[in-house]
């Protein structure tokens, strides 16, 4: 079956970098849109950053030029590397495909303070 599972979460402080990663299992890795949401405490799941199979990308505007996503297909790897993290990133990050129905990751918790 479909497995995502993300790591790499942690406590930063503002200006600090992290690098999450998620790893996929049970399907043809190479052909999916993989992406990265997160959600805060009281507010509603929202898109981050998504690659397609082709490399294209997008970005939520609040993380242009500051996050990168990436992908290894041989590694069958999903990468968010984050820069620059503000306290407004917190969140719980978490890995998402679509293929058919939509799969979930269990999540990976950011949290950024001083």
């Known amino acids: 079956q479909v497995q995502l599972v993300e790591s790499g979460g942690g406590l930063v402080q503002p200006g600090e970098s992290l690098r999450l990663s998620c790893v996929g299992s049970?399907?043809?890795?190479?052909?999916?849109?993989m992406s990265w949401y997160r959600q805060a405490p009281g507010k509603e799941r929202e898109l981050v950053a998504q690659?397609?199979?082709?490399?294209?990308?997008t970005y939520l505007d609040s993380v242009k030029d500051r996050f990168t996503i990436s992908r290894d297909n041989r590694q069958r790897t999903v990468y968010l590397q984050m820069t620059n993290l503000k306290s407004e990133d917190t969140a719980v990050y978490y890995c998402?495909?679509?293929?058919?129905?939509?799969?979930w990751g269990q999540g990976t918790q950011v949290t950024v303070s001083s």
């Open positions: 998402h495909t679509q293929i058919f129905d939509y799969y």
């Open positions: 049970g399907f043809v890795f190479t052909v999916y849109t």
């Open positions: 690659i397609k199979g082709d490399g294209s990308t």
